[in-house]
Structure formats: C-alpha cells, structure tokens
C-alpha cells in the first residue's frame, strides 16, 4: 500500500466507528495517528487496514464491519483541494481583497 495520509473522518468511516471513539482510541496509544497543523489527525492507509485485519471484527468492543475497499474515501484530488482551501483559507480572501482593492484605486485613480 501506498504512504497515504487518510483524515479523521476516512478512518472513522473504514473502522466503522464514529470520529468521537478515533479520537477515544489516538489519546489512549491505541491507533498510531499524525498531528498536520498542531490539530488535525491524519493516519496512514496501511497502519488503519491493518488495524482493521488485526482485530478482525472488534476494536475495543465496537463492531468493525470489514469491506475490500474504504467505500467513504472521497478523490484525493478533491480531498486535496478541501484541505489547502481550509488550511489557507484566509490568505486566498486577503489576496482577493487586495486584488479588488488594487483594481477600485486605479480606476480612481484614471
């Protein structure tokens, strides 16, 4: 498998749990996961499959329902895009601010 980094959500979805019960398993060691930002989890594809192979059908008393693939992933062109427009979302409204700012002063100023 490849080194793909799955977002909380993707990896609440495969295990068949809700993100609460996750986040429960990351703070208590169980789940190996990765902060991005100081905040947002982020977890390996092959670390949550194996995960799932190695607990067959239960992970801490919840039932985990195995499916060949994660059917919730979304395209990780459109995931990719999500996450940039989240994480810089302000610097995209500051530079079209700017933009428009720049654009009103010179037609002032013609």
Do not use: W
Request: charged share 25%.
């Amino acid at each position: 498998m490849s080194d793909k980094l799955l977002t909380l959500k993707e990896a609440a979805e495969c295990l068949h749990l809700t993100e609460k019960q996750v986040r429960r398993l990351v703070s208590e060691g169980k789940i190996p996961a990765y902060q991005i930002g100081g905040m947002y989890l982020r977890f390996k594809e092959e670390n949550i499959f194996s995960l799932r192979a190695k607990f067959g059908g239960k992970l801490m008393n919840e039932n985990i329902k195995t499916h060949d693939s994660i059917s919730g992933i979304k395209n990780p062109l459109v995931s990719g895009v999500r996450d940039f427009l989240y994480f810089n979302d302000f610097y995209i409204i500051a530079a079209v601010l700017i933009i428009f700012l720049i654009y009103i002063i010179l037609k002032v100023i013609r």
